[in-house]
């Protein structure tokens, strides 16, 4: 089960650390992704790592800005979110497998375990 944490209410221009944990385990061997949804709208892809090659992906939208990393054990995966927008708001979710190839890594329907999500409010 994926815990994620770390949102809230920030002031545009300012910046938030996402940070998404593995109850009763680690990240190794798996792909990790977060991705981010408004009402309304699909769920976006963000950013994504695949721990053991230690290789990162991110959205055009936040290259950049926003920097995807993991601590040394591989229990918690982290999004480092710097020069937040409005645009930037929306409830955040990571999500976690072990079979996501790499053509795959953007859609949500290639993770099958998912977090509850963190909402990020910035406001202008």
């Known amino acids: 089960q994926l815990q994620a944490s770390g949102g809230g209410l920030v002031q545009a221009g300012g910046s938030l650390r996402l940070s998404c944990t593995a109850s009763?385990?680690?990240?190794?061997?798996?792909?990790v992704g977060w991705f981010r949804q408004i009402p309304g709208k699909e769920r976006e892809f963000i950013a994504g790592t695949k721990l053991n090659a230690g290789s990162t992906y991110y959205a055009d939208s936040v290259k950049g800005r926003f920097t995807i990393s993991r601590d040394n054990a591989k229990t918690t995966v982290y999004l480092q979110m710097n020069s937040l927008n409005p645009e930037d708001t929306a409830r955040y979710y990571c999500?976690?497998?072990?079979?996501?190839?790499?053509?795959?890594?953007?859609?949500?329907?290639?993770?099958?375990?998912w977090g509850q999500g963190t909402l990020v409010t910035v406001s202008s």
């Open positions: 009763g385990g680690t990240f190794a061997g798996y792909t």
């Open positions: 999500a976690a497998d072990r079979h996501v190839i790499l053509s795959n890594i953007r859609s949500p329907r290639a993770y099958d375990n």
